[in-house]
């Protein structure tokens, strides 16, 4: 099922690149893009339609808790579709995300009271929806903030909820797994599209409705008992600690966060000569690490675990380290490196 998952999410994102196809809109290149040409946007139309029916596995307890996350995910979904079209204000998007996520914590799901190995931190309840709320919208523009090139995001998908499938799977929760494991094979065929030189993007609409799934996946696994939140965590790390540390970074300089730009280690890469594809792959050699890295920890000794956790922040500060040593010796170009 999961392979026919996959081959549909392919046809349907053939169908989407042609020419001809009536809901086909360009991307065209700017002072953020990572390509040079205008490529279609609108591969998230094939992604929601398996995320829509993988949200229904997400009641594990009562039917009442997958239809609000299928739901807020659709709602989530159809506003970047229309965004992809027409454009919509900074603003409305930020509300219908809070709205979503509020939704999705009230009724859904929440954080868990273990935060780190052997640390638990228990709020109380108006307390854990504002900061499960808070959790919720950072993921869904954090995967858009990341999606910005080939093969880069949807890849993500595929590396962080596979990890999240055998992660489920380990612990017997069968419908985790395959919930997670159905994201993963409906990214895997959009990732066959988009893989440099992309034929397609997955626009807004994609990069949303699989951030908000991710963060609702994140936090569903610990409450269901599968792994530790620093499991999930660690998974989807390659874009967690990129964005937020770039994010961090810009408002330190004082910045305007809303504006375009290309400060992302990943664009910091291509930018210094690297080429997309050897980007691409050298990321997802780095989400490989995390997944094993969650997956060999997650049932481990505290002592374990925290080992894991200092190595995965020594890894991501050699890597910080080695992309200022390219940027240095590299050459610095504002055009596509193929």
């Known amino acids: 099922m999961d392979a026919a998952g996959a081959g549909v999410a392919w046809l349907a994102c053939w169908l989407l690149a042609h020419p001809r196809n009536p809901w086909q809109v360009l991307d065209w290149p700017n002072e953020r893009s990572l390509h040079d040409r205008p490529v279609p946007r609108t591969g998230g139309l094939a992604i929601a339609c398996g995320l829509l029916v993988a949200a229904f ?51 859904a799901i929440r954080l868990p009271v273990a935060w780190l190995p052997g640390i638990a931190i228990p709020l109380d309840t108006p307390l854990m929806v504002l900061v499960t709320t808070l959790f919720l919208v950072w993921w869904i523009n954090l995967y858009n903030f990341m999606d910005g090139m080939d093969g880069f995001a949807g890849g993500m998908a595929v590396f962080g909820f596979g990890a999240l499938a055998a992660l489920g799977y380990r612990a017997h929760d069968l419908a985790y797994a395959g ?40 936090l569903a696994g610990p409450a269901r008992g599968d792994f530790p939140l620093w499991a999930g965590l660690v998974v989807f790390s390659p874009f967690l600690v990129d964005a937020t540390v770039t994010l961090l970074k ?47 920890g ?22 910080a380290a080695l992309v200022r040593w390219r940027e240095g010796h590299g050459q610095i170009s504002g055009k596509d490196a193929r």
């Open 57 to 107: 596995g997400l009641s594990w307890d009562a039917t009442r808790a997958g239809l609000v996350v299928a739901a807020a995910v659709l709602a989530v979904a159809l506003l970047s579709w229309y965004d992809d079209r027409k454009g919509l204000s900074p603003r409305l998007r930020l509300a219908v995300h809070i709205a979503a996520a509020l939704t999705v914590a009230v009724a």
């Open 179 to 218: 919930t997670a494991l159905a994201v993963a094979s409906a990214a895997l065929g959009f990732t066959v599209a988009n893989f440099p030189p992309a034929r397609l993007f997955m626009g807004d609409m994609g990069a949303t409705t699989l951030g908000f799934a991710a963060g609702i996946m994140i």
């Open 250 to 296: 810009r408002a330190i300089r004082g910045e305007r966060l809303t504006a375009a730009h290309r400060g992302h280690y990943y664009q910091r890469l291509v930018r210094a000569g690297l080429s997309h594809r050897r980007t691409v792959l050298g990321e997802y050699g780095l989400m490989a690490i995390c997944g094993l890295s969650a997956y060999a």
């Open 298 to 319: 997650a049932w481990a000794s505290v002592p374990v675990q925290w080992a894991i956790i200092a190595a995965l922040a020594v890894l991501y500060g050699a890597l």
